[in-house]
Structures are given as structure tokens and as C-alpha cells.
């Protein structure tokens, strides 16, 4: 075949089509469609005519189109909370190996924990005739009934949170368990006057998390202080927010078991603009274990949880879900955490150990 000048005689990359690389090959339209879409055997020689001939003129095929003929794409959604907490993208990273691995093909999208943006951002992917979902969902998602009344046909995975009402599959972490180690590493040290700065409890891995902390202050007979549990967001600013909140309390606490890193970020931001050290003044607990937790000053001591391990097993059971019988049983695969301990915990300061009795709180 001979070569040619230009890329398809000046034929704009998206107007070519198969027909052109036909001619270009000098084969039929169904010699080219059998070697695009794999479906059937191709002689060497014509396939690599045809090869040739899409690497000269530039020819990328639409996914969307392909998925309209097969009334499904290769395109996995994923759909994330918020894509500036440092969390998410080793939780992205591993769905997006698994999927390419397989050949399909994520597509991020961002919600900033907006319920209404989530819905929009769902509607277009399903519009694009997604294979399937993965969703960390946003606060008071409506993935539940979206599911039930218009997206029956696709599977979905549910990532670190469950929302209310679920009842597909999910892969999560042991947050109880977490948060119960953390605290209760703090107890040991002979802290008791300990808070707790939560995410919004409208989400199911706060809720577990608050969980942990009152079990474990619980069966160490410790009183719970209302003002010492505060709820605001999963990030630094309301980190900072609440824990000035806290300074105000007397007695102050003595440690904060905080409900992800970025909360305690922005605590230990207080905590500076205070004055006060940590951790011999106030210990700072986190979960996650972000990158920054190990070389941040103090270290931050912290729950990890296998992000990217998290996002390898949603794609692939996603995966199995899609190339299944759709009879297999759902699974809800829970990954167990490990606290990491580091530099922004001690003992409590002498004079401020083992306070005075007082119930525990309803709270």
C-alpha cells in the first residue's frame, strides 16, 4: 500500500469513518469492522492493511458510538465526593487499574458532596450508556432511589459509605473498629478528657466512626461531655472551626480523636494559632492516613484505611457483576483498618490526668 501525504488527504480527524480507512486499505467496510471490533478472524495481511491505514489517518472510535449499537459502553462511571481530599485519588487510582486492566474505561466526576450535582452528573453518565457505577456517595444522596425507578440496568458499586436505604454492594472499611483503636490507644496513654470532631453524621462512616469513639470511652467507664463531640464536614476548615470550639471548653481536652485527616489539619492549625503544642499539650488522632500524615510535623498518628485496595475491589466485583450471571449473592466486602501511631500523641500533661467522675452523656 502506498503511503499517502497528510493525514486521510485532508479529511478533519473527527469526520473519519470507516469507509475512508476501507478505501485507504484497499478492503471491504466489514473487512475494516471485524478488525475494529475483534468480533471476527481477520487474515494477517488484510488486518494489517487495516492497521496501517488507522494509524495513518488518525482514526479514534467513538465509545459513545459503539455503546449505542451494543446498548451498553465500555465506560465504568465513577462518581467522588470530593476530589481535593487527598483520600480519594489512591481509591480512584485503584478502580482505574482494574477497569483498564480489563478494558473498560472510568470516568471521573466530581460532586463536591452536592446530592444535586451527584443526580446531574449520574443522569449525563447514564445518558452515555455506562457499563456500570462506582459511587462514594455525597451527603443525603438519592443514588436508593435512582437506582429503583431508572437505573435498574446498571450495576452499581457503593465505595466508603453506604447510603441510607442501600441495599446493593459495597466495599468499606472497619470504621468502627478504627476509631474504637484509636481512642482507646488514647486511654491507655491515661487521657480522659478526650473529644471527638466528627464528619457529617448524615454519612454512614461518621456514624460508624462516632460509634467506635463511644464504645471505647464506654467500657473504659469514661464520661462523654456534649460540647466535646462536634460535628461539621470532612475537611481542614472545619477542623479548625470546631477545635476553636473546643479551646473554649473547660477543662480543655486533653486529646481530639478527629474524623478523618483533613479534620485534624485544620486542629492542629488551631492548636498553632493558640499556642498550644501537640502533642503536650492536646494529642491529635486522625483517620485515613493520607501521605502527608507520615511527614507532617508533628507526625500525624492515624487509622489507615487501604484506599487504593478499597477502589481495586468495588472494580472489580463491578467487573465480575457485569460479565456474571447476575445470580451470584451481593456482597458487602468490609477491609479491616490499622492504626498507625506516630509523634502527635503522649500522656496528658501532669496536672490535668484523671479528672472527676461524671456520667456518661447520652449523646
Request: one cysteine or more; charged letters at 25%; proline letters at 6%.
Amino acid at each position: 500500500m502506498a503511503k499517502k501525504s497528510g493525514r486521510g488527504k485532508g479529511i478533519p480527524d473527527s469526520r473519519i469513518t470507516v469507509k475512508h480507512i476501507a478505501k485507504e486499505a484497499g478492503v471491504s467496510l466489514g473487512t475494516v469492522s471485524n478488525v475494529i471490533s475483534g468480533k471476527m478472524a481477520v487474515r494477517p495481511e488484510m488486518r494489517r492493511r487495516v492497521v496501517e491505514a488507522i494509524r495513518h489517518l488518525g482514526y479514534q472510535p467513538s465509545l459513545l458510538a459503539r455503546g449505542l449499537r451494543r446498548n451498553k459502553s465500555s465506560i465504568i462511571g465513577m462518581v467522588i465526593p470530593d476530589i481535593t481530599n487527598p483520600f480519594f485519588p489512591a481509591v480512584v487510582r485503584g478502580a482505574e487499574d482494574v477497569a483498564y486492566q480489563n478494558s473498560f474505561r472510568l470516568v471521573l466526576c466530581n460532586t463536591d458532596n452536592d446530592p444535586q450535582k451527584e443526580e446531574s452528573y449520574l443522569r449525563e453518565l447514564y445518558s452515555y450508556r455506562m457499563a456500570g457505577l462506582i459511587l462514594i456517595p455525597s451527603v443525603n444522596s438519592q443514588i436508593t432511589t435512582l437506582v429503583d425507578l431508572e437505573f435498574k440496568d446498571v450495576p452499581v458499586i457503593c465505595l466508603d459509605r453506604r447510603p441510607e436505604d442501600w441495599t446493593g454492594e459495597t466495599v468499606t472499611v472497619g470504621n468502627s473498629e478504627g476509631a474504637f483503636a484509636a481512642t482507646n490507644h488514647l486511654i491507655k496513654l491515661g487521657h480522659r478528657w478526650i473529644a471527638m470532631i466528627t464528619g457529617s453524621l448524615h454519612l454512614t462512616n461518621a456514624v460508624a466512626r462516632m460509634e467506635g469513639f463511644h464504645s471505647a470511652m464506654r467500657k473504659a467507664k469514661l464520661d462523654i461531655e456534649h460540647e466535646y463531640i462536634q460535628e461539621g464536614r470532612f475537611d481542614r476548615l472545619s477542623g479548625y472551626e470546631k477545635m476553636r470550639i473546643l479551646l473554649q471548653q473547660r477543662p480543655r481536652p486533653t486529646a481530639v480523636v478527629c474524623g478523618n485527616d483533613l479534620i485534624a489539619l485544620g486542629v492542629l492549625s488551631a492548636l498553632r494559632e493558640a499556642n498550644l503544642r501537640c502533642p503536650q499539650d492536646v494529642s491529635v488522632v486522625g483517620f485515613d492516613d493520607i501521605e502527608l500524615a507520615e511527614i507532617m510535623d508533628p507526625s500525624l498518628t492515624t487509622v489507615f484505611q487501604p484506599g487504593y485496595q478499597m477502589g481495586a475491589r468495588g472494580a472489580a466485583l463491578l467487573i465480575k457483576r457485569l460479565r456474571g450471571s447476575g445470580e451470584e449473592p451481593l456482597q458487602n466486602i468490609v477491609l479491616p483498618t490499622e492504626l498507625k501511631v506516630r509523634h502527635s500523641v503522649a500522656p496528658p500533661h501532669t496536672a490535668i490526668r484523671g479528672g472527676p467522675s461524671r456520667k456518661i452523656s447520652a449523646n
